[in-house]
């Protein structure tokens, strides 16, 4: 079942959101679909009129130099800085030398982890943008990935890309690539079980 932003259905604490912690009924209930049957043509059209399309919002990316100079302007590096210079000032040099050094590193550090992230975010919106198959009013239909609503029943098959966040309903030798969120490198089991709200991304 395809899952909705934090403002459907209306909750009334964090772990009501956390759909990973309800059963296949309990989510199916929330999301008042028939995960038999799917939503109906008007009850989507709703949803999507109400919600909009299932797309992430593009935001312009910042320019190099912006990224590198915000790197300097963190706390713990104007501190580093500070203490740079007036090492330096008192003839400290080969101090000042090294302080500068690590405040340098950690920029390029910085920059680097921003840029990737920035990259994986704009990998991640173009791979939304993908023919998916739903169930429907009782029937299969094909439609791109953005008019996905949330209580959609979407159905996967080997190789396809993950369209939205889901909840499993069923699953047989379920594994994903889950590199692009958490960096684990290895395919990861999925399965249909109830988990405990806290569980961590990596683990759900």
């Known amino acids: 079942m395809a ?11 964090a772990p009501e959101l956390a759909w990973h912690a309800h059963s296949v009924d309990s989510a199916a209930r929330r999301l008042r679909v028939d995960h038999a049957s799917g939503l109906d043509d008007d009850e989507a059209a709703a949803r999507l009129s109400r919600h909009g399309p299932n797309q992430l919002t593009e935001r312009p ?19 580093l800085i500070g203490a740079g210079m007036v090492t330096g000032a008192l003839g400290e040099v080969v101090d ?11 920029a390029l550090i910085g920059y680097w982890q921003e840029a990737k992230a920035e990259g994986a ?5 173009r791979s939304v943008a993908t023919p998916v198959t739903v169930r429907r009013g009782g029937h299969r239909k ?13 159905m996967l098959t080997a190789g396809d890309r993950i ?3 889901l909840r499993l309903i069923r699953q047989h030798e379920l594994h994903t690539d889950d590199s692009m969120l958490t960096g684990e490198s290895q395919p990861v089991s999925k399965h249909t079980s109830a988990l405990d709200a806290d569980t961590l991304l990596a683990d759900r």
């Open 3 to 13: 899952l909705p932003d934090n403002s459907f259905p209306p909750a009334d604490d």
């Open 61 to 79: 990316g910042k320019p190099a130099w912006r990224r590198f100079a915000a790197q300097l302007g963190q706390p713990l590096v104007v501190v």
């Open 96 to 106: 000042s030398s090294v302080i500068f050094g690590v405040v340098i590193v950690n």
């Open 121 to 125: 975010l704009a990998a991640l919106a």
């Open 142 to 154: 094909q439609l791109d990935a953005t008019q996905l609503v949330p209580g959609d029943i979407v």
């Open 163 to 165: 369209p939205a966040d």
